[in-house]
Nanobody, 129 residues
Framework: EVQLQASGGGLVQVGGSLRLSCSASGLSFDEYKIGWFRQAPGKGREGILCIKSEDGTTNYRGSEQGRFTISIDNAKNTVYLQMNSLNPEDTAVYYC??????????????????????WGQGTQVTVSS
C-alpha cells in the first residue's frame, strides 16, 4: 500500500521559512514523481512544484520559483519543500502526491492534480502578518 506522510507545517511570521517533508512508503521511490500542492481556504487545490525521483528533474508552476525549492533524499524516500519569504497568501494546507513515471520518460513532471494517484493527508501552514 502506497502511503505518503506530509509533515513540517506550522505557524510562521511573514518573511519566515518552513521546510516540509513528504515521506513515502510502499513504492519503489525511483519510479515515481512527487508533487507538492496546496489548498487555501475556500479555494481549489493547486500545484506548486514537482520532482522526478529517477533523475531529480524538477518543474515549477511559476509564481513560487525563487521562493520555494524542492529536493529529494532517495535513501530516505523523502521529498522536501523549502519555503522562504513566506507571506499570508501562502497560508494553506500543503499536500504531497505521487505518481508512477515510466523509466527514462523524458517528459517533465507536471503539477496538475489529475496527474497524481496517491495523496498524503496534508499539513497546515499558516503565515501571520
Amino acid at each position: 500500500e502506497v502511503q505518503l506522510q506530509a509533515s513540517g507545517g506550522g505557524l510562521v511570521q511573514v518573511g519566515g521559512s518552513l521546510r516540509l517533508s513528504c515521506s513515502a512508503s510502499g513504492l519503489s521511490f525511483d519510479e515515481y514523481k512527487i508533487g507538492w500542492f496546496r489548498q487555501a481556504p475556500g479555494k481549489g487545490r493547486e500545484g506548486i512544484l514537482c520532482i522526478k525521483s529517477e533523475d531529480g528533474t524538477t518543474n515549477y508552476r511559476g509564481s513560487e520559483q525563487g521562493r520555494f525549492t524542492i529536493s529529494i533524499d532517495n535513501a530516505k524516500n523523502t521529498v522536501y519543500l523549502q519555503m522562504n519569504s513566506l507571506n499570508p497568501e501562502d497560508t494553506a494546507v500543503y499536500y504531497c502526491a505521487a505518481a508512477y513515471t515510466a523509466y527514462l520518460d523524458p517528459s517533465p513532471c507536471g503539477v496538475e492534480t489529475y496527474e497524481y494517484d496517491y495523496w498524503g493527508q496534508g499539513t497546515q501552514v499558516t503565515v501571520s502578518s
